[in-house]
């Protein structure tokens, strides 16, 4: 156990930096530790299997990416401001379980999600259709299923229609397949 004259703690104070309840807690004890893995054995799964059908030499996949990581506040949102940060807390608790990357430009190309039984659930279910919108207002594609085999089709005839130049906007592989787009979808 680390104790109350942590060197961490000593560094701060010497900056004349007042450390917070939590980074107090974070000096005198161990409170974080290792996950063994990045992914679940099905995401990993999954991941693989779109390792095998996609050109590493044309695409970068980038597991477990945050969103606030991919997509950024638009400048009129004040900075700083109360509604800044309760838009960025929301959207960095968030992760893509894959993101395409252009391998030459580090463009991102698309966002692909991996469905589970979780995704049912109200509070996931919430989550999908607030992430649908941030990455649609951000023009990040975004393709997911629960099946993972139809998603790796999916993404394999996206970055098809990518490396041929097509729009994005035509390609019906990128329809999402959440409650909340079909619903969507029907009112048309």
């Known amino acids: 156990a ?33 996950n063994d893995t990045l992914m679940t054995p ?53 992760h893509c379980d894959v993101v395409i990357v ?21 509070h996931r279910i919430r989550r999908d259709i607030l992430l649908e919108e941030v990455l649609r207002q951000a023009g990040i594609p975004l393709l997911r299923d629960r099946d993972s085999e139809s998603l790796v089709r999916k993404v394999v005839e996206f970055l098809k229609y990518r490396e041929a130049g097509a729009e994005e906007k035509s390609i019906t592989v990128m329809k999402s397949t959440t409650k909340h787009s079909e619903h969507k979808e029907k009112e048309k």
């Open 2 to 34: 680390v104790t109350k004259t942590s060197p961490v703690l000593r560094s701060l104070k010497a900056l004349g930096i007042r450390p917070s309840e939590a980074e107090q807690r974070l000096c005198r004890q161990r409170v974080w530790v290792g």
């Open 42 to 94: 099905r995401e990993q799964h999954f991941f693989r299997a779109l390792l095998r059908h996609t050109s590493r030499t044309r695409w970068l996949l980038c597991p477990q990416v945050r969103v606030a990581d991919i997509a950024t506040l638009s400048p009129h949102i004040r900075p700083r401001s109360r509604t800044w940060w309760q838009l960025f807390r929301m959207a960095s608790q968030w």
């Open 102 to 122: 252009d391998i030459h430009t580090f463009a991102i190309i698309g966002a692909v999600e991996l469905d589970d039984a979780s995704h049912q659930k109200k």
